[in-house]
């Protein structure tokens, strides 16, 4: 009988190539999410949907939901791909399951996940990331950044460039009111392209490697079209992620970059979760035996985009700037990431999560990259699973 492994997180495309993977390699993949999650139930190459609580606005049903998961589906692996890893880490820990969930321990998740932590550790370990300085009143926000200032303003803890400032006017300065509670962080601005890597790593050494730059994002920056980095970035990249995964130990780290004119990448920020970098693997057995620490990875390749968004998102973007022919050689040359071969549907799924989202972006006031994650987002506040 094939083992049973758990992927939270189902509303990601990347949950869903996970899955693909992990089947492949022959295991039992079941995913779940406090989301409807309608791309990964129309999947028939995926596996069962389940559904839990949201962390943030149930905690207790969360982590009630949780343990009944646990202990019905009694996976040799829980495998996070969003942010619900910090609430599943935090509650893993008095519950005992930590050994099955594959994400470093909660002290290392924060330092990785926290922009003034990690920056702090990049310099621990010698890699080079921009000087960073924490705020967490209006008065240490001005006296960092004075007068017409050409550094990147945003939250200690925030996603997908949510909030981000670049070299913000003092309107936009005297709006932020950073707290104790509520930090924020100013960077040296570093001007370059902007890359990506995604690692897998057990006991400090990486399984598997991929970095990547995306041509087409959302609003808030997040990608949905992406492409292998150059060979000399990619293995600049690499030796990061090493010297990184041996202060993590074993999990998924994901980092995003900037290499400057000189071709230097700087680390701007770490996800220790899954990220787009998954698509970069082609969805093949090696991805999900490097994932249970069997193999190593290597990513196949060619490039990737998901569909859905390349069309509602892309298209348009593509007309009023004046890229058809980018949009044009993108879909014809890269492969859709939602659909595979013999399993279509996941693309009529995705449609409608992006409804459901849209919705609450609605109704919530937030943005769509933001209304994607506010049911599980992490800001360093301990959960309560009591309330």
């Known amino acids: 009988m094939a083992e049973r492994v758990l992927i939270t997180g189902a509303r990601a495309a990347a949950a869903l190539d996970i899955a693909r993977s992990l089947r492949a390699a022959g295991f039992d993949p079941h995913l779940a999410d406090c989301s409807p999650a309608w791309m990964a139930r129309a999947s028939r190459t995926a596996g069962p949907v389940h559904r839990y609580a949201s962390p943030v606005e149930r905690p207790a049903a969360f982590a009630r939901d949780l343990r009944d998961l646990v202990a019905r589906l009694a996976p040799v692996c829980i495998i996070p791909t969003c942010e619900e890893v910090f609430h599943l880490a935090a509650l893993a820990e008095p519950d005992g399951f930590s050994g099955r969930l594959f994400a470093p321990g909660m002290d290392q998740l924060a330092t990785l996940h926290a922009k003034d932590r990690f920056a702090a550790l990049c310099r621990r370990l010698s890699l080079p990331a921009p000087q960073t300085a924490t705020a967490t009143s209006r008065a240490m926000l001005a006296a960092l950044t004075g007068p017409g200032p050409d550094v990147v303003v945003k939250p200690v803890w925030s996603r997908f460039g949510a909030r981000t400032l670049i070299a913000p006017g003092a309107g936009h300065l005297a709006a932020i009111a950073p707290t104790p509670a509520a930090p924020w962080v100013v960077q040296q601005r570093i001007v370059g392209e ?35 980095a150059a060979d000399d970035t990619a293995a600049r990249l690499r030796l990061m992620a090493d010297a990184l995964a041996a202060f993590a130990g074993t999990g998924q780290i994901a980092c995003d970059a900037i290499v400057d004119g000189a071709g230097q990448p700087w680390l701007i920020e770490c996800n220790p979760r899954a990220t787009s970098g998954v698509h970069l693997f082609g969805r093949g057995a090696a991805l999900g035996r490097a994932l249970m620490g069997q193999d190593d990875a290597r990513p196949v390749v060619g490039a990737r985009h998901v569909a859905p968004a390349l069309w509602l998102k892309g298209l348009p973007a593509a007309l009023q700037e004046g890229r058809t022919r980018d949009w044009r050689d993108q879909r014809r040359d890269g492969s859709d990431v939602v659909t595979a071969p ?40 301990a959960p309560d699973w009591r309330l």
């Open 342 to 381: 013999g399993d279509r549907l996941p693309a009529l799924g995705a449609l409608g999560d992006a409804a459901v989202f849209g919705l609450r972006a609605l109704r919530s006031g937030r943005s769509l990259t933001e209304a994607m994650t506010a049911d599980i987002e992490w800001n360093g506040l």
């Open 194 to 228: 902007e890359v990506s890597f995604y690692a897998v790593c057990h006991v400090g050494r990486v399984t598997a490697f991929s970095a990547y730059g995306a041509d087409w994002r959302l609003a808030g920056g997040a990608g949905y079209a992406f492409r292998p």
